[in-house]
């Protein structure tokens, strides 16, 4: 219980104080797990479990086995695309699943939202990428920060229509990372209780390769079945891996690896 109680104290000072170049891990009072030392490429393992990491016949619609490179997780944990799947990728601690993280693929020619946010940042939708200039990925970055706070607005809005409890809703500010090879964003939100105590917390990493954008995520949200994990305190534990797993993603995808 005192575990807990850390825990969440930790959680509450990432709405009162300001997060810097990264976000901050929930404080805990629990022994830290040692990291892997080394990345490691995903390696399939046979397992009986049906949301469990995947074996040799595993279903190869996964976008997780094309864009997933080198992982990173705590000693003992193991990060693998899970079976009859689409789009998570599952994350074990000692042979016991503990979450998911679920990869979201959006075709921009059919979101006009955010081919707007191109052209306001001086690229028309449907022009060639180009990753290799620095303009351009600053140009796309702030595309992607416009495709943030539009999606902070609408948990704001939810947040507003179901707040019959007053909960609070603090958002992170958006931090710009790399994603595979391309420019991506980092963000995410947290929802305390009135009465202290983390309701629910999400994190995001979402980048864009010339026609498709890319959004990665995890949560800690009680009733959620997809991109959750069970509790706050393995999140917490994973979160700092996130961003390597995010770094070291397959990103852009080479054209030989697109399905038809």
């Known amino acids: 219980m005192l575990r ?43 397992t ?15 976008i997780w086995l094309t864009v997933l490179g080198k992982t990173a997780s705590p000693d003992g944990w193991q990060v693998l695309p899970c079976q009859d799947n689409a789009s998570l990728l599952c994350v074990s601690a000692n042979g016991k699943p503990v979450g998911t993280v679920k990869l979201e693929v959006y075709p921009v020619k059919d979101n006009p939202d955010f081919q707007k946010h191109l052209t306001a940042v001086g690229i028309p939708f449907g022009s060639p990428a180009n990753n290799q200039n620095n303009e351009y990925q600053n140009q796309v970055s702030k595309a992607l920060e416009a495709w943030v706070t539009d999606f902070y607005a609408t948990v704001a809005n939810k947040g507003k229509a179901n707040n019959a409890n007053k909960v609070i809703v603090s958002t992170y500010p958006p931090q710009q990372i790399t994603i595979g090879k391309l420019p991506g964003i980092r963000s995410g939100y947290l929802k305390i209780k009135p009465e202290g105590g983390v309701e629910e917390q999400q994190i ?21 079945v997809r991109g959750s994990f069970e509790n706050l305190e393995s999140l917490a534990i994973f979160q700092p891996y996130l961003d390597a797993i995010a770094a070291n993603l397959n990103l852009p995808v080479q054209n030989s690896e697109r399905k038809p």
């Open 48 to 62: 009986s479990a049906s949301n469990s990491p995947t074996d040799s016949s595993v279903n190869t619609e996964n």
């Open 4 to 46: 807990v109680y850390h825990l969440l104290i930790g959680a509450v000072l990432l709405v009162v104080v300001p997060i810097g170049t990264r976000f901050v891990l929930p404080q805990s009072s629990q022994k830290p797990e040692t990291p892997s030392n080394n990345l490691v490429s995903p390696t399939a393992t046979p």
């Open 204 to 224: 995001s990493h979402v980048t864009y390769d010339g026609t498709t954008l890319y959004v990665m995520s995890t949560s800690f949200a009680p009733g959620a």
